[in-house]
C-alpha cells in the first residue's frame, strides 16, 4: 500500500457503473432465476417499502425497497411485484402508481402503467390500488405464495385477505395457494453471491468510500467538531457519485469511540485523543462500510499504538484466512484468539487464554462480532448456517466485511486508567474469489506509520 493515497479531492470518477450497464437484461435474468427457485406451482410477491413521514408533510428521501429493486430496478413507492413462473402471457404483472400530471408536477415524474412494459420490462400493468381485488385472480392455480409477512403491517392485511379469497374462490374446482413461504431461502442466497456486475459495483462503491475516508484523515486537526470532520467525508461521497451514505455515519472522537452506534457526531476533536470513523458510500444501491482509527494530533500515543497494532493484527490474520471453504465463524475465531492473547499479555485479561475465551471474558472489550454480509444493504442478506451447520463455509463471490475492535469504555471496571477510553476498530470489505480473497478498500491506509504520513496535511 502507497504511504501517500490518491488525494479525494481529485476529479469525480464516472457516475456510469457496470450495474447501470444492461440493466434491464440484469434484472430480467435475476427474475428468471428466481421463478426457477421458487418453482412453476409458485407464485412470488415483493413489495416496495411505504415512503416515511419525517415531520409535518415532509417525508424521509425515498429508497427502494431493496429485494424490489434487485428484480425489477424500480425505484418508485406504491408498487408490487408479482412473478407467475409459466405463466404463458404475464410471468411478471407489476403494480405501480399511474400518471398523475399534478402530482408529477410537485414529486417529479412517474412511469404508470403505459410504460411499465418499456420502462420496467413488465409483461402486465395494474394500479397498485388493484392488487387487493387483482392478486386472488392472479393466484388461481397456484400452490403457494413467496411473500415476506411482519415487514409491513398493512400489506399483510391485504396479501392475507386475497389469500383467503382465492381459497375461497377455488373450492375444490381449481388450485390455490395453501401457504404462504418466506421467499428468503431463495432470493436472499440469489443476493449473497454477487455477479460480476454486481462485483464491479462493490468495487465503485468501496472506492468512493475510500476516498471519503481519505479526505477525512487529511483534514483533521485538533478543534475541528465531528459533524465537520462527517461533512468533509460525505462531500466526497456526493462529489463522487453516491446517492447518500450506506447508513449514519459514526464519527466519534474520544470516548465516544467507545459507543458502537454513536451517531451524535458533535463534540470537538481534540488533541491526544483517537477519532474513530464508521462510514460508507452507496452508489446506485451498493454501499461500502468503512471503520479507521486515527490519531487527532497525526501521532498515537503508547497505549493507543498497542490497542491499535493489536486489532490491525487480528484483522491481518483473519483476512489472510479467507478463501473459498473456509467457515464463516472461523473468522471470528481467528480475532478472538488473537486479541485475547493479546489482552492477557497486557495483564487486561486474566489468563490461561483458552479459559479466558471459554468464559468469553474478551467480551469486556471486544463484544460484537467479526463482521457481516454486505451488498445493496449494509447488513446485506443471506444465511451465516444453514441447516445442519455451524456456519456456511465461504464461496467466491461473497462480500462481507471484517471489523474486529477493542474498547475501554469510561464505565468499565477494573481497567487501568491509561487505556481508559481509547477505542479502536478496523474494518475492510472482502471480496471471496476463486483462490482467495480481494480487499475492496484497501485505498484506505490502515499501518500506522502510512496513517500518520498523512492525517492532518491539508488541515
Known sequence: MSATPPDATTEPLSTESAVRESTGDMHAARRARLMARVGATSAALVVAYPERNRSNDSNHPYRPSSDLWYLTGFEEPEAAMLLLPGHPEHPFVLFLRERNLKMEIWDGPRVGLERAREMVGADKAFTFEQLEEELPKLLAGRASLHYSLGVDAAMDDVVLKSYRKALRTARGRARAPTSIIEP????????LI????EIEAMRRCCEVSAAGHVRGMRVTRPGMTEFELQAEIEHVFRKQGARSPGYPSIVGTGTNACVLHYIENRDTLADG???LVDAGAEVDY????????WPVSG???????????????????????????LPWHELHECTVQVITEGLCDL??????????????????????GTGHWLGIDVHDVGAYAREGEKSRPLEAGMCFTIEPGIYFHPEVENCPTDFLGIGVRIEDDILVTEDGCEVLTRGVPKEPEEIMEIVGKDA
Open 184 to 191: 428468503g431461502e431463495a432470493l436472499h442466497e440469489m443476493r
Open 194 to 197: 454477487k455477479s460480476p456486475e
Open 273 to 275: 485523543d483517537l477519532v
Open 286 to 293: 451498493y454501499t461500502g462500510d468503512i471503520t479507521r482509527t
Open 299 to 325: 501521532e498515537f500515543n503508547g497505549y493507543q499504538r498497542t490497542i491499535y497494532d493489536l486489532v490491525l493484527r487480528a484483522q491481518m490474520e483473519a483476512i489472510s484466512l479467507v478463501k473459498p471453504g
Open 347 to 368: 495483564g487486561l485479561l486474566e489468563g490461561p487464554v483458552e479459559k479466558a475465551i471459554e468464559d468469553k471474558a474478551f467480551k469486556k472489550f471486544y463484544m460484537h
